[in-house]
């Protein structure tokens, strides 16, 4: 903060698709799920190894304990629903049995995505019966979204290897990592690699600098994100393939339109 003003990270917006129709995010994330349910164990163990309960030792009725825990990248449901579910029960189990305290703690979920994320559809499928207080942030997870020290657990799930913006030297015509009729960085040259990884980089330290000035001594940080060993080329995998496709009739759709402008252009000359 200088001046005291935020220094507030406003980087390109793309929030994924809203509502529920059978093009949204919502019908469309099973994968995302899967990483979900298939971490429940690891983020559970990891709980109980990792938070240190002895912060949580006393409350009482006029001063509960109140254990703060944002998603960073929770779109429009409802993975994130299960996601928080499991932090939250890992989180109570953890508490009694190191019987840190005799009195159940409440918890405030904040859930983050980008200022243009569903965040009507995310509120409206929020589940009836769930025991956490709930509210919303929208801002990129890139800058800092919180007062220093204000959170106890801080999660992300398949949303940190979008970054921040396209490298400016993939889009550069005279940049040796011009990634030209591509959308992706399969069996491109090294430079546009070396491009998204500098870009990667420079996201991540972002990220981890602003989460570990919001979290409080002793919270805790989870983040799932894909990734493959340095042995594994990206064109080997479904990932690498698919892209390549999608950019393919991307070029054919953009390279047919351009086709049909010239063609109007030129039968509606004089």
Same mark, same amino acid.
């Given at each position: 903060m200088e001046d005291g003003k935020h220094n507030i990270l406003r980087p390109q917006s793309y929030a994924m698709n809203g509502g529920n129709g059978p093009y949204s995010y919502a019908e469309n994330s099973f994968y995302q799920r899967g990483i979900v349910e298939s971490t429940k164990e690891t983020i559970k163990e990891a709980i109980a190894k990792n938070l240190e309960t002895e912060q949580y030792a006393s409350s009482t009725s006029s001063n509960p304990i109140i254990i703060r825990i944002a998603d960073f990248g929770c779109s429009t449901g409802?993975? /994130?629903f299960l996601a928080i579910q499991n932090i939250v029960e890992a989180v109570e189990l953890t508490l009694k049995l190191k019987k840190a305290n005799s009195r159940k703690p409440d918890f405030q979920v904040f859930f983050n995505d980008q200022i243009s994320n569903d965040f009507n559809?995310?509120?409206? *499928?929020? +589940? *009836?019966?769930?025991?956490?207080?709930?509210?919303?942030?929208?801002?990129s997870f890139y800058g800092v979204l919180f007062p220093k020290a204000s959170l106890d657990f801080a999660y992300s799930s398949c949303s940190l290897h979008w970054l921040s913006k396209v +490298?400016?030297?993939?889009?550069?015509?005279? *940049?040796?990592?011009w990634n030209k009729g591509k959308i992706h960085y399969t069996n491109a040259h090294k430079e546009v690699l070396e491009a998204y990884s500098a870009q990667f980089d420079r996201d991540i330290e972002s990220y981890l600098n602003a989460r570990a000035q919001e979290l409080v001594g002793g919270g805790l940080l989870a983040i799932l994100i894909p990734g493959l060993p340095d042995?594994?080329?990206?064109?080997?995998?479904?990932?690498? /393939?698919?892209?390549?496709?999608?950019?393919?009739c991307l070029m054919d759709m953009a390279k047919t339109v351009f086709l049909l402008a010239a063609y109007t252009s030129f039968s509606s000359s004089p």
């Open positions: 409802p993975n /994130t559809t995310l509120f409206a *499928s929020l +589940p *009836s019966d769930r025991q956490y207080y709930v509210a919303g942030v929208p801002g +490298p400016e030297e993939v889009t550069d015509e005279n *940049s040796q990592a042995v594994i080329l990206e064109s080997d995998i479904t990932t690498g /393939t698919e892209f390549e496709v999608l950019g393919s």
